[in-house]
């Protein structure tokens, strides 16, 4: 069975950048498709991008291309998300997910249990 | 993009109360359409994929339908652990779309 255990909260300036980690256990990062998907105050959720196993490449969301980078340590089983520049609006639950590909469909489980990522001066 | 459009956007019912809340898309999404549960401090828990199909382990008061453009989530008999925001999600095409979530709070 997938556990995903992320990193804890981080307080973040305007300008500066952060690093979210998510450790995988039960299974190797290799056979898995890693998605980060966040959520900021009184919104909704929002898909940032993950790994496509179709095209063996990772994939973001066009809102945050060139600001955020996804990687993958294999030695360890942890994800990284990175995103840059922040500012106010990255105020945030960031969480990590995986992507399951079905005959049906796919669908995102499981998820981590969320870092809170704060942008203030 | 898809754009995933839900109602109501809160609701308030009694333990014991029928639920339904409704996901629609702005173009057809075959079946691929998902649900999900946010309850705060803990991880989002995915309680149907594939429109209808109950994940392992999600009680069996919770069922889901539609296809193309319209869907629900029911929960046929409302429990105090269900009181939580709802999310349906679109796994027709990336940009993967949530909607914007349905707040349902005790009575």
């Known amino acids: 069975q997938v556990q995903l255990v992320q990193s804890g909260a981080e307080v973040k300036k305007p300008g500066a950048s952060v690093k979210v980690s998510c450790k995988v256990s039960?299974?190797?990062?290799?056979?898995?498709?890693m998605h980060w998907v966040r959520q900021a105050p009184g919104k909704g959720l929002e898909w940032m991008g993950g790994?496509?196993?179709?095209?063996?490449?990772?994939i973001y969301a066009q809102k945050f291309q060139g600001r955020v980078t996804m990687t993958e340590d294999t030695s360890t089983d942890t994800a990284y998300m990175e995103l840059s520049s922040l500012r106010s609006e990255d105020t945030a639950v960031y969480y990590c997910?995986?992507?399951?590909?079905?005959?049906?469909?796919?669908?995102?489980?499981?998820w981590g249990q969320g870092t809170l990522v704060t942008v203030s001066s | 993009d898809i754009q995933m459009t839900q109602s109501p956007s809160s609701l308030s019912a009694s333990v014991g109360d029928r639920v339904t809340i409704t996901c629609r898309a702005s173009q057809t999404i075959s079946s691929s359409l998902n649900w999900y549960q946010l309850r705060p401090g803990k991880a989002p828990k995915l309680l149907i994929y594939a429109a209808s199909i109950l994940q392992t382990g999600v009680p069996s008061r919770f069922s889901g339908s539609g296809s193309g453009t319209d869907f629900t989530l029911s929960i046929s008999s409302l429990q105090p652990e269900d009181f939580a925001t709802y999310y349906c999600q679109q796994s027709y095409s990336t940009p993967w779309t949530f909607g914007q979530g349905t707040k349902v709070e005790i009575k």
């Open positions: 039960g299974y190797t990062l290799t056979e898995l498709s």
């Open positions: 997910a995986t992507l399951r590909s079905r005959v049906v469909g796919d669908y995102f489980d499981p």
């Open positions: 790994f496509d196993p179709e095209d063996g490449e990772t």
